[in-house]
Nanobody
Framework: HVQLVESGGGSVQAGGSLRLSCAAS????????MGWFRQVPGKEREGVAG???????SYAESVKGRFTISEDSAKNILYLRMNSLQLDDTAMYYC???????????????????WGQGTQVTVSS
C-alpha cells in the first residue's frame, strides 16, 4: 500500500524559495514514477513536474527554470525545489505516483495512482 506524505509548505515572499518533500512508503522505487501537482480553489489541478525511476524529468512551462524535481531513492523521498516564487505559484501542492511508467513526462498523459494529502504554499508580495 503506497503512502505519500508531503511537507515543507509555508508562506514566503515573492522571489523567495521553498523546498517541498514527499516521503513515500510501500513501493519499489524502480517501478514508480513520481510527480508534483498543484491546485488553487476553483481551478483544476495542474501538473507541475515529474520524474521517472531513471531520473528523467519534465516540467510545466510555467515553472521551467525555477523549479527542480529530484528524488533520493535510498530514502524514498521526493523533492521539489522552488526558486523565484511568484504570486501565482500559490496553491496546494500534491505529491503523486504512478506505477508501471517509464518517462518523466508521465504526468502529462496518464493519471497518478496515488496521491498525498497536500501541503499549502502561499506566496505574498
Amino acid at each position: 500500500h503506497v503512502q505519500l506524505v508531503e511537507s515543507g509548505g509555508g508562506s514566503v515572499q515573492a522571489g523567495g524559495s521553498l523546498r517541498l518533500s514527499c516521503a513515500a512508503s510501500g513501493y519499489t522505487a524502480d517501478k514508480y514514477c513520481m510527480g508534483w501537482f498543484r491546485q488553487v480553489p476553483g481551478k483544476e489541478r495542474e501538473g507541475v513536474a515529474g520524474i521517472d525511476s531513471k531520473g528523467d524529468t519534465s516540467y510545466a512551462e510555467s515553472v521551467k527554470g525555477r523549479f527542480t524535481i529530484s528524488e533520493d531513492s535510498a530514502k524514498n523521498i521526493l523533492y521539489l525545489r522552488m526558486n523565484s516564487l511568484q504570486l501565482d505559484d500559490t496553491a496546494m501542492y500534491y505529491c503523486a505516483s504512478r506505477y508501471d511508467c517509464h518517462s518523466g513526462s508521465w504526468w502529462k498523459v496518464v493519471e497518478p495512482n496515488y496521491w498525498g494529502q497536500g501541503t499549502q504554499v502561499t506566496v505574498s508580495s
